[in-house]
């Protein structure tokens, strides 16, 4: 069984949100963003971020698929849930929880941009820069973290620990 250790604690998350927020709030105060959210696991993240950033913005999400189950990436990406905006024209910036290999994200930003939006922005919670296999650039990150799977604010491990407050990595039990 895994047993989940906290990493980063609610607090640390909040405070980093908060910085976050006063650099998004200054580029987008009078823009009327489209934040667009990476199903499933930047809801949470999401759901904070834009009651701290506290401006005028419209959210909307996208899925894909590219994990299978468990922690490693399958390669194949799909989109499984569209946008149901519009985005040419719009000031698109991205929330996602975790840039791992970069795979997905790379997928995502090139798929967007061919809709032509204003300008097309990413913001990352977490960022696992050791494993990336194709570079991306992250205008707002929130935290590096090194090589280990992490769960909790949002991240699952097949589907579990979502719920838990704070960010976590899974131990082994003795
Ligand atoms: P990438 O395409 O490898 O960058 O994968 C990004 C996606 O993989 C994230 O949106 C997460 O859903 C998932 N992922 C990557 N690393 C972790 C982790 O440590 N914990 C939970 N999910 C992860």
């Known amino acids: 069984m895994e047993n ?3 990493f980063i604690t609610r607090q640390q998350i909040s405070a980093r949100i908060a910085d976050l927020a006063e650099q998004i709030r200054q580029d987008y105060r009078h823009k009327n963003p489209l934040l667009i959210g990476i199903l499933k696991g930047s809801f949470v993240f999401l759901s904070d971020l834009i009651r701290v950033l506290d401006i005028p913005l419209e959210v909307d999400f996208i899925r894909v698929s590219s994990y299978g189950s468990g922690k490693e990436s399958s390669g194949k990406i799909e989109v499984v849930h569209d946008l149901t905006t519009p985005i040419e024209g719009r000031e698109v ?4 929880d975790i840039v791992d290999t970069g795979l997905s994200l790379s997928f995502i930003l090139d798929y967007l941009r061919q809709r032509n939006p ?3 922005r990413l913001c990352a919670l977490l960022d696992k820069p050791s494993r990336r296999k194709t570079p991306v650039h992250i205008d707002y990150p929130g935290f590096t973290i090194p090589d280990r799977f992490v769960v909790g604010y949002g991240l699952d491990f097949d589907e579990r620990y979502r719920y838990l407050p704070d960010i976590c990595y899974l131990e082994e039990d003795e």
């Open 93 to 96: 910036l991205v929330i996602e």
């Open 4 to 6: 989940p250790r906290v």
């Open 118 to 120: 204003a300008s097309l």
